[in-house]
């Protein structure tokens, strides 16, 4: 983060003098800045028929054959989106922008720029290098909210046999040493010596053995907030199979840790005035001779019963033991991601993750957030009512249930139910996924909700 060296996108501006100058420009003042400009320049941008709309570029030519400058259409000036398109768009080479940017378009266009920048190269080439931004190098911002984004990316994109529990524990390890954070694993058959029997019913068919990992980091004084994570490293479904176009892209499954390690990281680098338990239940949700099954009752740590209904609703499952322990603790609030529904997915569609919350100024702060942030959750209700398609005629609760309805909002309060009474509790369904390229949004692995969870954590906590 703050003291890693500067992305490739980048460069720094005292090193680059020479950088092409890039103008951003907008529908409304296009005119304006048109007439502002040399004849052969607004007669060049008239001719090309260049309109600013969000999404455009274009070279300006400097009369011998070279480039002189370039223009880009942009929308709305503080979404980070809207400067997603340029770095793959202009030649590569190092631009620098004029004027005095706002500060928080400043960080707009740096944020948009390495987003817009990334490419997942672990296994091939990137067919080209980025365009280089020429930032002020003490400017770090934004470059700290891109490393935090660019980490949930990586992490969901690597595949499961590079990804697997036993590598986000070390993902974890290595973050938890360069914080100076404790960290603490409890895996395989430990898990039902500590109790931790949810965990363990889920992962314990995979050869990959199932854990909790937990980082723990900063002041016993400050505000404690608990970040909890589903690191379902694949989701097979389990003997309740998903279908191959279902399974195809489960390497995801652990998105919601990929965003509560993101979190956690952030808050170390910044070092935030909080105190923070990170906790991630890693396991393969896998088929095997030793895998839970539908009709099992399982313990929790809870003490709840569950009967297992469908095996693929095993994200609730394991989240379940890490939200009573994450409630043991005590801590001022708990938060946790997950991709945890299919029904988050078509109630809300892939750019729009799903809050759950048991208090309201909570929530309004997240929402708050993801509007200033352009980094948008939208609000889903707890309808206790529904609370019913949750029963089971043997065990305490089920995990499922023959009812279709509200699937999202049901697996919300599966979760709700292992949270203690009036500990404030916020829970973002995310889909960690762009399931299609749009500006800015490479197709694959995705942070959402994830800059706005900060905001609102520095607003809640006054950091
Ligand atoms: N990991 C999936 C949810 C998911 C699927 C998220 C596709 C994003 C994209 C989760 O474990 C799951 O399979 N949930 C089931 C629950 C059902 C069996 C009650 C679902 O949503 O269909
Ligand atoms: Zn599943
Ligand atoms: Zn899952």
């Known amino acids: 983060m703050t003291d890693v060296p500067l992305p490739a996108c980048f460069t720094d501006a005292a090193d680059a003098r020479d950088a092409q100058p890039l103008h951003l420009v907008d529908r409304a003042s296009l005119a304006a800045w048109r007439d502002a400009q040399p004849a052969v320049v607004a007669g060049w941008v008239k001719a090309q028929g260049f309109d600013a709309s969000p999404g455009t570029v274009m070279t300006l030519a400097d009369g011998q054959g070279g480039i002189a400058g370039a223009v880009v259409g942009i929308g709305d000036p503080l ?233 693929d609703a095993e994200g609730r499952v394991v989240l379940c033991d890490a939200l009573t322990y994450a409630g043991e603790l005590q801590p001022a609030m708990i938060v946790d991601f997950a991709t945890l529904t299919g029904a988050a997915r078509i109630a809300l569609g892939p750019e729009l993750p799903a809050l759950y919350c048991n208090d309201d100024a909570l929530a309004q702060q997240w929402l708050d957030a993801g509007a200033s942030q352009r980094d948008p959750v939208w609000r889903m209700p707890l309808w206790r009512p529904y609370l019913r398609y949750l029963t089971s005629n043997i065990a305490d609760l089920a995990n499922g249930g023959p009812s279709k309805m509200a699937g999202s909002i049901s697996a919300a309060l599966y979760l709700e139910r292992f949270v203690p009474a009036g500990m404030p509790w916020a829970h973002l369904d995310v889909f960690s996924w762009n399931d299609a390229e749009r500006p800015g949004h490479p197709f694959g692995g995705e942070a959402q909700g994830l800059r706005s969870a900060f905001a609102m954590l520095g607003e809640r906590f006054g950091a």
């Open 79 to 311: 979404d980070p989106a809207s400067y997603g398109h340029v770095p793959m768009s202009l030649p590569p080479g190092t631009w620098s922008v004029g004027g005095d940017l706002q500060d928080d378009q400043r960080q707009a266009l740096q944020l948009g720029w390495g987003l817009g920048a990334y490419r997942f190269d672990r296994y091939k080439k990137p067919p080209r290098l980025p365009a280089r931004l020429a930032i002020d190098a003490g400017d770090t911002a934004a470059l700290d909210a891109l490393a935090a984004c660019v980490r949930v990316r990586d992490l969901v994109n690597t595949p499961t046999e590079h990804m697997g529990p036993d590598q986000l524990e070390q993902v974890a390890c290595e973050i938890a040493q360069r914080h100076g954070a404790r960290i603490n694993v409890v895996g395989g058959d430990d898990l039902l010596e500590k109790n931790f029997p949810a965990i363990h019913a889920v992962g314990r068919a995979s050869h990959r053995a199932p854990r909790l990992i937990s980082l723990a980091w900063g002041d016993e004084g400050h505000p404690h907030v608990a970040i909890v994570g589903k690191g379902v490293c694949f989701d097979t479904g389990g003997l309740d199979l998903k279908p191959a176009d279902g399974m195809r892209w489960m390497k995801k499954d652990m998105g919601g840790a990929a965003h509560a390690i993101a979190l956690a990281e952030w808050i170390m680098a910044r070092r935030l005035p909080l105190r923070i338990t990170l906790l991630v239940p890693a396991v393969e949700n896998a088929v095997g001779p030793d895998a839970f099954r539908p009709g099992d009752v399982i313990d929790t740590r809870q003490g709840l019963s569950i009967e297992i209904d469908n095996t």
